[in-house]
């Protein structure tokens, strides 16, 4: 009887003691608040953090009502599922999207140094050699063209607000290989921007966040072009409250912007009908490829919530892959997952190496690292 009392003891002892982990990660509990958005973070799936991602783990075993396992059976592993994907995509023509941040390079602590591997690259560069392939992030396009370094791609910045497109469609040479008819370098790209009026309202925005939040230790104001990302990983969890107040108020003074809430990230951007699943379609568009046709493939990879809206025009289409990137069981439109960065690598790889290897054309070889 002794023993039974020390063991409800010691349970109740350990599972106050993940609670409290788990708001401090700011990942939702059983008790925890929601009394302010930041209290309502989404988990960070693919921290690098070795001992946050035990965590999370350790949290996905005890919620037994969503474990990882049952989840992935409503979201197989787009790896476990590589060769009947592939055998699906034969005769298709593919179109690869990408996000950035936590996709093609992991979650880290300073925004600033979201590197992504050499490794990352080389793939990317290869799957873009064979595929159209753009990247859709929420950062501004000029940086994460700085990060991917690459011009055999395209980019859409600002959650796709901001997008360099070729002036001109381009055509597959023969369904199998992409004939890189791409040089934004050289000035041939035309930006699409649908939020222009808004950039001296979101520079003052910038200017009034930074002076706002000067004094919260680890808050820090990124001004990603067309929206701006009020970043508060660093921030000590009992100044949480006060940076979104600070920046609701901005925000109320702003009632043509919206706020929106990222990993450990709190996005401001205009209230216009654009997002990321817009930028798919503008981009399969300008490829000439956003037709009823039955054999155009938009493949989609992205961790975050603000490609959800991506996942869904693919679905929509009836056609294409929506892969999420998550380690934990979450709510998704997406088809199928990978776990974090280190598997979309393997994922882009191995496509890289179906294509050259499934086609019987004689394919260049890649201008690519
Ligand atoms: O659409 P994405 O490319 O995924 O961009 C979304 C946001 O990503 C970045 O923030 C996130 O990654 C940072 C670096 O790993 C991390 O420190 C931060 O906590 C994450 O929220 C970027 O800095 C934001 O501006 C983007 O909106």
């Known amino acids: 009887m002794n023993y039974m009392l020390i063991l409800i003891a010691t349970l109740k002892i350990i599972k106050t003691k993940i609670n409290k982990l788990q708001e401090a990660m700011g990942v939702p509990t059983s008790h925890s608040t929601k009394r302010t958005i930041i209290f309502k973070s989404k988990e960070d799936a693919s921290i690098t953090d070795c001992n946050e991602r035990?965590?999370?783990?350790?949290?996905?075993?005890?919620?037994?009502?969503?474990?990882?396992d049952s989840w992935m059976v409503k979201h197989p592993s787009a790896l476990h599922s590589f060769d009947r994907l592939m055998k699906s995509a034969m005769g298709m023509r593919?179109?690869?999207?990408?996000?950035?941040?936590?996709?093609?390079?992991?979650?880290?602590?300073?925004?600033?140094?979201?590197?992504?591997?050499?490794?990352?690259?080389?793939?990317?560069?290869?799957?873009?050699?064979?595929?159209?392939?753009?990247i859709i992030s929420g950062r501004s396009r000029e940086k994460v063209k700085d990060f991917v370094k690459l011009n055999?791609?395209?980019?859409?910045?600002?959650?796709?607000?901001?997008?360099?497109?070729?002036?001109?469609?381009?055509?597959?040479?023969?369904?199998?290989?992409?004939?890189?008819?791409?040089?934004?370098?050289?000035g041939n790209g035309v930006p699409f921007q649908?939020?222009?009026?808004?950039?001296?309202?979101?520079?003052?925005?910038?200017?009034?966040?930074?002076?706002?939040?000067?004094?919260?230790?680890?808050?820090?104001?990124e001004d990603n072009g067309f929206c701006l990302s009020v970043h508060f990983r660093q921030v000590q969890e009992q100044d949480y409250g006060v940076?979104?107040?600070?920046?609701?108020?901005?925000?109320?003074?702003?009632?043509q912007?919206?706020?929106?809430?990222?990993?450990?990230?709190?996005?401001?951007?205009?209230?216009?009908?654009?997002?990321?699943?817009?930028?798919?379609?503008?981009?399969?568009?300008?490829?000439?490829?956003?037709?009823?046709?039955?054999?155009i493939l938009p493949l989609y990879i992205g961790d975050d919530r603000t490609d959800e809206d991506a996942f869904k025009v693919i679905k929509r289409r009836g056609q294409g892959y929506p892969i999420v990137v998550s380690s934990i069981p979450r709510e998704t439109n997406a088809f199928y997952s990978l776990r974090d960065p280190s598997e979309v690598l393997i994922f882009l790889t191995k496509l890289a190496k179906w294509i050259k290897t499934s086609s019987s054309s004689s394919i260049s070889k890649p201008p690519c690292p």
Request: glycine share 4%.
């Open 257 to 295: 912007f919206r706020l929106s809430e990222g990993k450990k990230v709190l996005e401001i951007r205009p209230s216009i009908e654009w997002n990321k699943g817009n930028a798919v379609e503008y981009f399969l568009d300008i490829l000439g490829l956003n037709t009823a046709s039955s054999n």
């Open 94 to 134: 593919i179109i690869v999207f990408l996000d950035y941040d936590g996709t093609l390079s992991p979650i880290v602590n300073d925004p600033d140094r979201a590197f992504m591997s050499d490794e990352m690259r080389a793939a990317v560069c290869e799957v873009a050699t064979y595929f159209p392939t753009a």
């Open 194 to 221: 649908p939020a222009k009026k808004f950039l001296p309202a979101i520079q003052q925005i910038v200017r009034r966040l930074e002076n706002e939040v000067k004094d919260i230790k680890g808050a820090r104001v």
């Open 243 to 255: 940076l979104e107040k600070k920046v609701k108020r901005v925000l109320e003074e702003n009632p």
């Open 54 to 68: 035990t965590l999370i783990r350790r949290r996905v075993l005890i919620n037994n009502s969503l474990p990882y």
């Open 152 to 186: 055999n791609l395209y980019y859409a910045g600002s959650h796709g607000m901001d997008i360099m497109a070729p002036s001109m469609a381009l055509e597959s040479s023969n369904g199998k290989h992409y004939d890189m008819a791409l040089n934004t370098t050289k």
